[in-house]
């Protein structure tokens, strides 16, 4: 498995690829709450990370334009979701970093 986070354009680029999958989002922010990430472009929420199953299963979620479908889902490892938090941290681009510890401890 390959991941990325980093500034690109302006924006920060998260991209994972395995041999099953690839998720890709760019974002000017992350908004925490207890249980989800919300990715956030233009002042639109464009995604989110969630757990599905509890805390074993962790979702991403980004929102299409598709015919028929409103959103397109997949499994993330949480060690990428870390990564991606980490960055977004130290990047600055969290809308509320207090909510930071509280997701990690509930879902990472």
Not at 16 to 21: A, G, I, P, V
Not at 24 to 43: H, K, N, Q, W
């Amino acid at each position: 498995m390959e991941t990325f986070v980093s500034e690109h354009d302006g924006l920060m680029l998260a991209r994972l690829e395995d041999d099953d999958r690839v998720f890709e989002v760019s974002f000017e922010a992350i908004e925490p709450t207890d249980v989800t990430l919300r990715f956030l472009r233009d002042g639109d929420r464009v995604g989110s990370i969630y757990n599905d199953d509890g805390t074993r299963r962790t979702m991403a979620r980004l929102t299409t334009a598709r015919e028929g479908s409103d959103f397109i889902g997949v499994e993330v490892p949480k060690a990428f979701v870390a990564e991606l938090l980490d960055a977004a941290v130290e990047a600055g681009r969290v809308t509320d970093e207090s909510a930071v510890d509280g997701y990690r401890l509930r879902v990472l």
